[in-house]
């Protein structure tokens, strides 16, 4: 039996239809970092979907060194393997100088590029383009027991300077019942111990290098970091500290075993969760300790969400990037998972709302450490670099490596403060003339 004419018409028009759609659909290759808030960010994408039905997205998820790997050798050969990456402040001035990231300065007006805090889109611009949008941020801060410090007979100041924390270290510190004054970051790595020291030495006065490029770790001001470094790790710090990185040192304050640990604002809502912490309800809060010199002994960092000049799909990777840094990705987190557990430290409008700062304890002092933070000048003396706690270059990874082993050595007893910076000018020396600098 025939079809009517009419029915022949609709079944083409639906079949041309349906291949249509099949056609204009857009699959984009999204790399990111398995950590918790990703993961929870992959699970809420039926709302983008939903509203973006012509996009599908793919996911590789990878520990943190494998999605370094694997996107800086696609961005730098433009292989177009992702059409969206997770990166971080460190690479993104780099990339972008190089032009090998997209230019996000055109995405929508109701994005509020205006709403992001300023010390985070500072890092994520050149040039006056914005080169990243930021999924959170974060800074470092104090985290302290108030029961010990009220103990010892002080009161923690909401910016405390150095020799404050030396003394309520010592004060502190309890080692026959396995409480220690001060836990901080002694496990090598650019990214672990250099990141703590480097910021550190930004309130010293120091700096890695001079506005000539040389290296500066034969300075007065490098041998005060260390040696101060030092002092409250040996006296008051807890043992095989040359280990112990961000998880080791978040373990023994969960535990009650740090009076003060300098770290990671994003640790807040870890030490504040009286499901994981022992001392949930005895933490306070301080911005990151100074010398009176101008600036604080904290860092800048935000994952971001970045677009690389290989993808052939920049549009709709446009639209996914805006949806998944938005306000209302904000209150999506909000409504389904809590006020407490959205991504931190990027919008202005977050803390400016009471919901999120009632339900945030230490949400007023993560927003002070990420703005006394200032990478495009960050030391107290001009440099030629951007970057809090790293130096915005290619080579500085490997370089601040070495040189986290050499500083790691120095604590484990192995060699003296002098010898660590000795072999610290030499390793940066050596590897930044071979670069040409």
């Known amino acids: 039996m025939k079809l009517r004419p009419s029915l022949c018409v609709a079944s083409a028009l639906a079949i041309a239809a349906s291949s249509t759609a099949y056609a204009e659909t857009t699959t984009l290759t999204i790399a990111t970092v398995n950590n918790g808030d990703m993961i929870r960010m992959q699970g809420l994408t039926d709302d983008f979907t939903a509203q973006n039905p012509d996009i599908a997205l793919e996911w590789v998820t990878l520990e943190e060194n494998v999605l370094r790997q ?7 050969t433009k292989g177009g393997q992702f059409d969206v990456m997770t990166i971080g402040t460190y690479e993104v001035p780099i990339w972008g100088a190089q032009d090998w990231l997209v230019s996000l300065n055109d995405l929508p007006a ?21 080169y990243a949008a930021p999924f959170y941020g974060e800074s470092s801060m104090v985290m302290y027991r108030t029961d010990l410090m009220e103990a010892a007979g002080l009161e923690m100041p909401d910016a405390p300077t150095w020799e404050f924390i030396g003394q309520a270290a010592e004060a502190m510190t309890d080692k026959d019942n396995e409480v220690y004054g001060i ?8 990214g672990e111990n ?26 007065e001001a490098w041998a005060n970091t260390l040696n101060t470094y030092m002092n409250l790790m040996t006296n008051y710090g807890p043992p095989g500290a040359s280990t112990n990185g961000f998880n080791e040192n978040l373990s023994l304050f969960q535990q009650g075993k740090c009076g003060m640990w300098i770290d990671a604002t994003v640790a807040a809502s870890f030490v504040t969760n009286p499901d994981d912490s022992t001392v949930a309800d005895k933490v306070g809060f301080a911005l990151a300790p100074d010398n009176g010199l101008g600036k604080r002994g904290n860092w800048l960092w935000a994952w971001s969400l970045a677009i690389p000049a290989g993808s052939d799909a920049t549009d709709a990777a446009k639209k996914f990037v805006a949806w998944a840094t938005s306000k209302e990705y904000t209150a999506l987190v909000a409504e389904n998972e809590g006020w407490a557990n959205v991504p931190p430290g990027t919008r202005t409008s977050l803390y400016e709302n009471p919901a999120y700062t009632e339900a945030a304890s230490f949400a007023e002092m993560t927003l002070g450490s990420i703005n006394s933070a200032d990478p495009t000048a960050p030391t107290v003396d001009p440099v030629p670099y951007t970057g809090v706690q790293f130096v ?12 986290g082993q050499e500083m790691s050595a120095a604590l ?9 910076l000795a072999k610290a000018q030499s390793i940066t020396a050596e590897e930044m003339e071979a670069a040409g600098y």
């Open 412 to 420: 484990a007893g192995q060699q003296t403060v002098e010898e660590a």
């Open 110 to 130: 109701e994005w509020d590029a205006d709403d992001i805090l300023p010390a985070i889109r500072g890092g994520l611009t050149v040039d006056g383009e914005l």
């Open 183 to 190: 836990c901080l970051r002694g496990k090598a790595g650019w």
């Open 70 to 76: 694997r996107v800086t050798q696609d961005i730098a």
């Open 194 to 219: 250099m990141a703590f020291l480097t910021a550190m030495s930004n309130s010293f006065g120091a700096r890695w290098f001079d506005e000539s490029w040389t290296p500066q770790f034969d300075s």
């Open 392 to 403: 915005a270059i290619p080579e500085f990874a490997g370089i601040a490596t070495q040189v």
